[in-house]
């Protein structure tokens, strides 16, 4: 209020002459008292008559009941990531296994073919040996 007491303050200033500040910190950013400066209800971490009074760090720990968005978001996604991981390594371990499994039964059959093929080479020219000398 003026001095006259016959104007009503601009939002966010109250007392004599409208030169006190309101704190700011009334609920749902609604504006003070444009006489004596206080709040119906102050905003969540805010304590007072006029709300400005910040509540101490243990209270405002103690009243809270929700629980951070990090933790809500963080820690199933990083589940989720663990267990991606852990299935991405095992399918690629079983497919590096089975990889050399494959490859280690590919060399064995050349083997084979080839003691194979070197066995009958020998055999056709002990034939073929014999065959000149008989």
């Known amino acids: 209020m003026n001095s006259m007491c016959n104007q009503v303050c601009s939002s966010g200033f109250y007392g004599r002459d409208c030169l006190q500040n309101c704190s700011g910190h009334c609920y749902g950013n609604k504006t003070c008292d444009p006489v004596d400066g206080t709040c119906k209800i102050c905003a969540e971490e805010y304590i007072g008559k006029k709300c400005d009074k910040l509540k101490k760090r243990e209270h405002r720990l103690r009243n809270s009941d929700h629980v951070p968005l990090a933790v809500i978001v963080g820690v199933p996604t990083s589940v989720i990531a663990l267990v991606a991981i852990a299935v991405t390594c095992t399918c690629y371990r079983r497919r590096s296994l089975k ?3 494959n490859s280690q039964a590919t060399r064995s ?4 073919k080839e003691s194979e093929f070197t066995d009958d080479s020998h055999q056709y020219e002990t034939l073929n040996f014999s065959q000149k000398h008989i």
């Not at 059959?109 to 084979?112: P, R, S, V």
Request: net charge negative; proline share 0%.
């Open 109 to 112: 059959d050349e083997n084979l």
């Open 99 to 101: 990889s050399l499994e």
